[in-house]
């Protein structure tokens, strides 16, 4: 008498539960994200995802680590609309914010960014090497560009989060007309510290 033949195991990589995690969070916000969810996404018990993290705060950690990453790296992306580097990443800022709503949420406007107003600056510093690409912005020291670009972010995000919930049709070009002159102001201002002189 031949044996029953068992259904094949499935098994999920560490990096396909995180993956089907980081999709429902983008989707749903954090708030959404259960090992049941992940589990019915994955056509799976909940076993695969507690093998995969020990436990959903550090699941939860790792999606949060996945979802900054994954916003440097849109923030970087290369765009064919603008010649300006640097009024560039204040535009990919506000995409992001519509585009991926509950990333932005999350990271920004709940504050799960994971560092503190004081370091705030040191994750925007991969940034620096595509403002350097920036023609208005040659010559200007180091700390000048990070001053730049954290005053920057500071104005950007302040009008960004005002707009979020209910963007004017014409936010883009707004955004754009508000980057430009306070781009403009913050250059001619920097040009003319004692420091740069």
Known sequence: ????????????????????AFEIVRKD??????????????????????????SMKTLKEAVIQKAREYALSYFLQDTEDDDSPFLNLGLQYFRFSQVERELF??????????????????????LLDRMKQDPRLQGLSEVSLKRIGMNSWIYTHGLIALIYAVPPQNAEELIRAYMSQIGNILIVWERNEPDNK
């Not at 044996?3 to 539960?17: D, L, N, W, Y």
């Open 105 to 126: 949420k999350l990271l920004f406007l709940e504050g799960k960014i994971g560092i503190t107003f004081e370091k705030m600056g040191q994750y925007f510093y991969p």
């Open 29 to 54: 916000g954090l708030d959404a994200l259960s090992a049941r969810r992940i589990a019915q996404h994955l056509h799976s018990s909940t076993r695969p995802v507690y093998i995969a993290f020990q």
């Open 1 to 20: 008498m031949k044996g029953i033949a068992m259904p094949p195991k499935v098994s999920f990589t560490r990096e396909k539960v995180l993956q089907q």
